[in-house]
């Protein structure tokens, strides 16, 4: 498949998922845990948002190398986009108020982070660095699975994020129970098609 639809739709989906990290923050209803530490660390270091998430990247994605793990271009395109994504929405979105507008911006910020993770991903042009931390960790300690990793890495980063102030709350027990379940829907249907293995051989 021509990269012509691929690198639209890894750029796309990593701008919506900058979109909606914007709209949980907003709704100040809980964030998903890596969110919780980032805001966490803002909190502590008053840098930005987005900026914190381009920081904390680099060093996830430097624990790829002892992991055999190799970067894509979606790796890095995550690395930096996602990030600005994020601040910029930040900057734009009034801030939710009333209770309404605060849970219209959880619906609408789990809703788009499942759809712009199935448009990143099936673009197939290389996983964020925090996606491919646990797949690497899955790959070297084959005895655990990837669900188990998942779980630990996310109680980590959600408890170390809640002691620096980071928000938990109903929208991250929301998020925990509606992402798979949307990722699930989305994923197949945005996956950009492997011609290698979509090809019909020869007779």
Do not use: C
Not at 69 to 95: M, S
């Amino acid at each position: 498949m021509s990269l012509v639809r691929r690198v639209p739709q890894l750029l796309l989906g990593l701008v919506l998922y900058g979109v909606s990290m914007a709209l949980m923050v907003e709704s100040g209803l809980g964030l998903n845990p890596w969110d919780v530490f980032h805001q966490g660390m803002t909190k502590v270091t008053g840098i930005s948002f987005g900026l914190v998430v381009l920081l904390v990247g680099i060093p996830v994605l430097l624990l790829w190398i002892p992991l055999r793990q190799r970067p894509g271009i979606g790796t890095v395109a995550n690395l930096v986009i996602v990030g600005f994504a994020a601040d910029g929405a930040l900057a734009l979105l009034p801030a939710g108020v009333t209770i309404p507008a605060r849970v219209g911006y959880l619906v609408a910020g789990i809703l788009l982070n499942g759809f712009a993770t199935g448009l990143y991903i099936g673009s197939r042009m290389g996983p964020g660095p925090r996606d491919g931390l646990m797949t690497g960790l899955a790959g070297r300690f084959p005895k655990l699975s990837v669900r188990v990793i998942r779980t630990g890495i996310e109680l980590f980063v959600l408890g170390t994020g809640f002691l620096l102030g980071g928000t938990v709350g109903v929208g991250t027990i929301v998020y925990a129970l509606a992402i798979g379940p949307l990722v699930h829907l989305f994923l197949p249907r945005l996956t950009v098609p492997d011609p290698d293995r979509s090809a019909v051989p020869a007779h």
